[in-house]
């Protein structure tokens, strides 16, 4: 299909991984990323990964790609309270082209 | 800094207004971007420029324009033909030569109408 998706809602208690996942729609987009939106605010860019490879790791983020199953998947490692937010992928198929999923609401539980 | 600066950050309309949306960067960026967000959804892309004096229509272009007189500056107008303007706005640009392409955004702008 069209969309990219998300799971709406997660919820981890602090200190445990969190693994949110998505699916995008086409196997030819060049990156994908994820991106972080706390209440009220414009979403901040976390990482994002070039279509070739598989993983990528930032600090406590390791995103994993599967291009076979079009799945993408952002893994918080120690997540803490103040991660806590909407999380949303995205892919770019084109220059122009940037789809965002409907994004994933986090909830860490003290 | 460098950055993207909407205003107003807070906006009330009332039926049959226009208002203008503005949006500023000084990342030195090509392409601008216009999305709405509505609450549980994700963003949809409203208008999209690659240069100067040039923009195209994205999904929800119906209701809205834009103008794209500065490399810095891409405003949006919310007009009266649009039926349910209440919703969050956000601006954003990128880049060809950044790595990633990445798209960057504005801390949005609300809209009401009243």
């Known amino acids: 299909g069209e969309d990219v998706e998300q799971s709406l809602f997660l919820s981890v208690r602090e200190g445990d991984s969190s693994v949110i996942n998505c699916t995008y729609t086409d196997s030819s987009s060049t990156y994908l990323y994820w991106y972080k939106q706390e209440p009220g605010a414009g979403l901040q860019l976390l990482t994002y990964?070039?279509?070739?490879?598989d993983m990528k790791q930032d600090q406590r983020l390791t995103v994993l790609l599967n291009k076979k199953d079009k799945h993408l998947s952002l893994r918080i490692a120690d997540t803490q309270t103040g991660d806590s937010a909407i999380y949303f992928c995205?892919?770019?198929?084109?220059?122009?082209?940037?789809?965002f999923g409907t994004g994933t609401k986090l909830q860490v539980i003290p | 800094d460098g950055g993207i600066t909407q205003s107003p950050k807070y906006l009330f309309r009332k039926e049959g207004q226009n208002v203008t949306l503005s949006c500023e960067q000084n990342?030195?960026?090509?392409?601008m971007y216009w999305y709405r967000q509505d609450p549980g959804q994700g963003l949809r892309l409203i208008y999209y420029s690659q240069i100067v004096n040039d923009f195209q229509k994205g999904d929800i272009a119906e209701g809205y324009s834009v103008s794209r007189e500065k490399k810095e500056s891409f405003p949006l107008t919310v007009t009266s033909a649009q039926k349910n303007p209440t919703a969050f706005y956000l601006c954003a640009s990128s880049s060809r030569i950044d790595t990633g392409n990445t798209i960057y955004f504005g801390e949005g702008s609300w809209l009401t109408v009243v």
């Open positions: 990964i070039f279509s070739n490879m």
């Open positions: 995205a892919e770019r198929r084109g220059y122009q082209k940037v789809t």
């Open positions: 990342l030195n960026h090509d392409a």
